[in-house]
């Protein structure tokens, strides 16, 4: 057999495969619920490209997805490669007030052609519903870690298929959310110093997906932008400023930056271009010596009250 008709045998059976698992999505009882509905709005495209199975492996296994993307898979691909995984799953920054905007939500919002808030062509329209289905998860990035930040369940899912798939495939890591509860995620989050973000991703689905609560040393999207380079993290559309005249050099606000964007270096210096705008480093400062503003060249918020 040749190199050829070994390829062409492979593809039959791989087209194959897909077609039954197609049909026991439609027809069969053999997959869960949600794995049937994720199946069928996918649409039948959807198979025969792969994404389906990309998006169930990973649901599925997303802690495993995430470790080996950033051990062996992120590291060895070029630059151009980088800045299309980032263009197929990328976030948002949100301060602690935008965060709490989007769980909040009271109506349905449908916007459309957000090129200026998120630079990319995946996820550009964005539909929520209000109130939407919600579930906490345990975060994978953490999970993945041999010393995690705590507490490990602080992700948030948002909307079905995806809440129920997640429920059903990892209940003991999985639990429903209601707003109060959400809210109370945030705040505490917020508190010890982590950055909100909404992920959007292209498996699927094709929209925002989920608000994950970040630090530094443990989220996948914060390592592969700072240490590998993958433009997956957007700004809030703020930038943090020092009043220096109020800076006492307490070492504060340094320490509890996650994106590396403060240094004391012949007194305390904000790098715009490190800074995302995420607001932690003005609720942690004492004496009130950093505030938050608007910054064009940063993009615009996400704010759907105001889009």
């Known amino acids: 057999m040749t190199i050829l008709e070994l390829i062409f045998s492979i593809l039959c059976l791989v087209l194959l495969s897909l077609f039954l698992v197609w049909?026991?999505?439609?027809?069969?009882?053999?997959?869960?619920?949600s794995t049937r509905d994720i199946f069928r709005q996918s649409g039948f495209k959807n198979f025969l490209n792969g994404s389906s199975f990309h998006f169930y492996v990973y649901g599925r296994w997303t802690k495993h997805y995430i470790k080996n993307a950033l051990r062996f898979y992120i590291p060895r691909i070029s630059m151009d490669d980088r800045r299309r995984v980032a263009n197929n799953y990328h976030s948002k920054t949100l301060t602690?007030?935008?965060?709490?905007?989007?769980?909040?939500?009271?109506?349905?919002?449908?916007?459309?052609?957000?090129?200026?808030?998120?630079?990319?062509?995946?996820?550009?329209?964005?539909?929520?519903?209000?109130?939407?289905?919600?579930?906490?998860?345990?975060?994978?990035?953490?999970?993945?870690?041999?010393?995690?930040?705590?507490?490990?369940?602080?992700?948030?899912?948002?909307?079905?298929?995806?809440?129920?798939?997640?429920?059903?495939?990892?209940?003991?890591k999985s639990k429903r959310l209601t707003r109060l509860e959400a809210l109370r995620v945030l705040e505490e989050e917020h508190e010890r110093g982590h950055v909100h973000t909404a992920w959007f991703k292209n498996v699927c689905l094709n929209r925002f997906f989920a608000i994950c609560n970040c630090c530094k040393c443990c989220c996948g999207g914060m390592i592969s932008m700072m240490k590998f380079g993958v433009p997956m993290i957007m700004s809030s559309g703020f930038v943090a400023e020092m009043k220096k005249e109020l800076c006492v050099e307490c070492g504060t606000c340094e320490r509890f930056c996650q994106f590396e964007a403060i240094e004391s270096v012949e007194g305390v210096r904000i790098n715009r271009d490190k800074c995302m705008g995420c607001g932690v480093c003005v609720d942690k400062c004492p004496n009130e010596a950093i505030s938050l503003n608007r910054d064009p060249a940063k993009g615009v918020p996400l704010e759907f009250d105001k889009l």
């Open 23 to 33: 049909i026991i999505g439609e027809r069969g009882k053999l997959l869960l619920p």
């Open 96 to 172: 602690l007030d935008q965060a709490k905007k989007l769980i909040n939500l009271d109506h349905d919002i449908d916007v459309r052609d957000l090129e200026t808030v998120i630079p990319y062509t995946v996820a550009r329209d964005i539909v929520l519903s209000a109130p939407p289905q919600m579930a906490l998860y345990d975060c994978p990035c953490r999970e993945g870690r041999e010393d995690p930040c705590q507490p490990i369940q602080v992700c948030m899912l948002f909307g079905e298929p995806m809440v129920s798939f997640i429920l059903e495939h990892h209940p003991a």
